[in-house]
Nanobody, 114 residues
Framework: VQLQASGGGSVQAGGSLRLSCAAS????????FGWYRQAPGKQRELVAL???????TYADSVKGRSTIFRDNLGNTVYLQMNSLKFEDTAVYYCNAIHYGRAYWGKGTHVTVSS
């Protein structure tokens, strides 16, 4: 499975961005999608997960400001981020759990200026 993320960029605090990640290489529905992020000097952390059934889980830091969802076919995932804060600045990585294996995409940069 290959993951291609896009949608990062620079935005002012309070703004919005939508990240997307498309999975290819399998005709089967990806089990679990996740978004993680890594800020400079910090460990990679979970931002949000979505199950195959569409059930989301959010980190407390983004709860209420972000929405994770997947398309009807199930192999593209989106992360809508609103009310962005300076501390949301990080490289965001797409992750997929597919039949017991984990896959990572290349990161996409999100920079929030205060």
């Amino acid at each position: 499975v290959q993951l291609q993320a896009s949608g990062g960029g620079s935005v002012q605090a309070g703004g919005s961005l939508r990240l997307s990640c498309a999975a290819s290489g399998s005709t089967l529905r990806v089990n679990v999608f996740g978004w993680y992020r890594q800020a400079p000097g910090k460990q990679r952390e979970l931002v949000a997960l979505i199950s195959s059934a569409g059930s989301p889980t959010y980190a407390d830091s983004v709860k209420g400001r972000s929405t994770i969802f997947r398309d009807n076919l199930g192999n593209t995932v989106y992360l809508q981020m609103n009310s962005l804060k300076f501390e949301d600045t990080a490289v965001y990585y797409c992750n997929a759990i597919h039949y017991g294996r984990a896959y990572w995409g290349k990161g996409t940069h999100v920079t929030v200026s205060s």
